[in-house]
């Protein structure tokens, strides 16, 4: 490829994409921060921050400042560079994953037609299982390097706790992409958009298990052993201080709203506005309204992640063991067994 | 070359296969200062060495050289979760050894007070379980109506956690209407809450699975432990000492004493839960005894013991006699009789025990407090021992040690 050959508008406009989506998120993730505070304190029959700023919506600016403020302690018998690595990774991989959800329609500007996604790899779906493993190496590593034995212990249970339910979710996974018969997210949400039914209409039990999955994976109570507080003392981000430590519950967060993002996109029918007919209006605004919908869907998914963390409690570890081995990835199967059958039923 | 120096590793614990862990002092799971040197297998506890101490105040000897009226206060930090129980708890000792005969209406309005600190007692206990496994919003729900009971306080004592409430003989005041209408406030409000309550744990899945079969005790062992309260309770003992050894006038009341089966974290938590149901129901029947004291008797709420219950302000200012007691009584001139007594109350933890021995001079010889949580910590290695680490947690919060009582 010559200099000449190479579309630089493109690669300037998915910056400009990438940029936006990542600001976006961050300040989302800000925000989302606020309303655990606000869904919590209504659930708990309790006012909630509301001092600073009108409603306490300056709150997370606030917290994001005393973050910044705080001092930096390294223990001295940490592995230093892991130490610092480890909120890095867990933060990077969180935001990694925005990179293949298409947030609406094609959207057309300056006689350009832009793709809202920033690339739509034929692997999609993969993509984000590869980039979604990652993120446990942040916590792993912020455990290990801390040198204690609560981060460490956390680490463990964490990494098993990823490993056991990733493959349940990926087994829930298989059974919708029998019924889509692609990876990339583009084409699962089009296809949802395009007249049929959503996805969770034909994998019901998929969604389930893949919902139960994410919360596992976003260590989201009941599934929150690795950062226990009340045995493990906070576990693996019991060592850090400062941004570092925001950088790890930030990243909680973050896996919150992509995991909501791809839920919606493949359960949900992504930016698909039911009974709308994007056609009666201009594309760019069709490619609006679709990034509302969207952002509306992940909303209730992070209110229902929300809800559900502050009403039940957590499991234990041989507990969540048993769940994840015995009942989740058996029920996988089933589900995989039971789409193969109905597919072949139909032919 | 200068040798770098590394800290001593005990023999052995390079090849050792478990992991030390320290569990306290400073750690959330255990609710105020004592330790546990947990020996861990992975999860697995494989052994604990309990620690206590770090929050002795050498009650028992500061008790020595005061007089009894200044000991009410010592009784506060012990379980100072219930403080009014131990407040009266020690009056009721020291009345029966000093044999003093209360009035009814101070006998009743000071069961409206211990129950109170009952509910407020077990709610904390049950909300920590709930803590413990997890779940945050029962706490953070419950704290508001346990603010309504330390109203109540406030409004009779003028304090809310250490309340030093009543004197020997009975209250230093009468109840308010204020305190009757808050305590009404209270008995309306509480009971819808407390099923809600129940109903976000009771069955939840998740929570059963948490705390049915784990740190559960036999009745036999239990009772050799010399456990008692709703710890025993849940074993399937019904020993109560508000029934056994009656005091404050309990025979008057009507109640049922709940009792578990198994032991376990679970039935501990249903216990306590049955038990804030009885003690609204105490509370009732209290409330409507005290309604019916009419005219003269209304106004009761001390029994006549001029050397230890102080007179009025304006008698001080006026009368000999009087300055002379509230001077006595104050300085502590007041010599015992000589003689020693064992006396319990149901503490909100168990059988709280105060035995008091006296050679005849104006403070006690010796004063022992029987603190029920110290009883049950000596039992805590056997019942987590083999359980996962998160159970020995649920266990340390289910048998309600607070490091307050633990230490005295």
Known sequence: ?347 | MEQHSHIALPKGSIEKTTTTLNIGPTHPATHGVFQNIMEVDGERVVSTEQTVGYIHRAFEKLAERRPLYQITPITDRLNYCSSPINNMGWHITCERFLKVELPKRVDYLRVIIMELARISDHLICNSIVGVDTGAYTGFLYVMQYRELIYEIYEEVCGSRLTTNIGRIGGFERNFTNTAFTKLEKFLNEYPKVLREFENLFARNRIFMERTQGTGGISAQRAMNYGFTGPNLRAAGVDYDVRVQQPYSSYQDFDFKVPVGTTGDNYDRFLVRNAEMYESISIIKQAYQKVQSFKGAEAEVYHADVPAYYLPKKEDVYTKMEALIWHFKIIMGEIDLPKGQIYSAVEGGNGELGFYLVSDGGRTPFRLHFRRPCFIYYQAFEELIKGGMLSDAVVTMSSLNLIAGELDA
């Open chain 1, 1 to 347: 490829m010559t200099l000449h050959s190479f579309d630089w508008a493109l690669v300037i406009e998915k910056l400009i994409l990438i940029i936006i989506i990542v600001l976006t998120t961050l300040l989302i993730t800000l925000y989302t921060t606020f309303g655990e505070r606000k869904v919590a304190a209504i659930l708990q029959d309790r006012p909630g921050p509301n001092r600073v700023g009108p409603f306490g919506l300056f709150q997370p600016l606030a917290d994001g400042l005393k973050l910044i403020m705080k001092e930096e302690i390294i223990p001295t018998a940490a592995s230093k560079w892991l130490f610092i690595l480890g909120p890095g990774l867990a933060m990077t991989a969180s935001l990694m994953t925005s990179a293949v959800i298409p947030w609406s329609t094609d959207l057309h500007l300056f006689g350009r037609t832009i793709a809202l996604q920033v690339a739509d790899v034929n692997i999609g779906i993969l993509y984000v299982f590869a980039v979604v493993s990652m993120s446990v190496y942040g916590i792993m590593i912020g455990g290990w390097a801390s040198n204690n034995k609560f981060s460490l212990m956390s680490a463990l249970r964490a990494a098993s706790q990823a490993i056991s339910y990733e493959i349940a979710m990926g087994l829930a996974l298989i059974a919708l992409l029998m019924t889509t018969g692609t990876l990339s997210l583009k084409t699962i949400v089009a296809d949802q958009v395009s007249g049929h039914w959503w996805n969770v209409v034909y994998q019901p039990l998929g969604f389930i298990i893949f919902f139960i999955c994410a919360m596992a994976e976003c260590n989201r109570t009941p599934f929150d052993l690795p950062e226990a507080e009340n045995e493990l003392n906070f576990g693996y981000h019991q060592e850090y201080s400062s941004m570092k430590l925001g950088f790890y519950l930030f990243a909680e967060y973050v896996n919150m709203i992509m995991s909501s993002a791809i839920m919606a996109s493949m359960y949900f029918g992504g930016y698909d506005l039911p009974f709308f007919d994007e056609s009666t209006v201009a594309p760019n605004i069709a490619a609006m309204i679709g990034i509302g919908t969207l952002l509306i869907k992940i909303v209730l998914f992070v209110f229902l992640f929300m809800w559900i963390r502050w009403t039940i409690p957590r499991f234990r570890y041989d507990q969540l063991m048993n769940l994840g081995w015995k009942t989740m990835i058996p029920l996988a199967l089933f589900n995989m067994l039971l789409t193969g059958a109905l597919i072949l039923a139909k032919l």
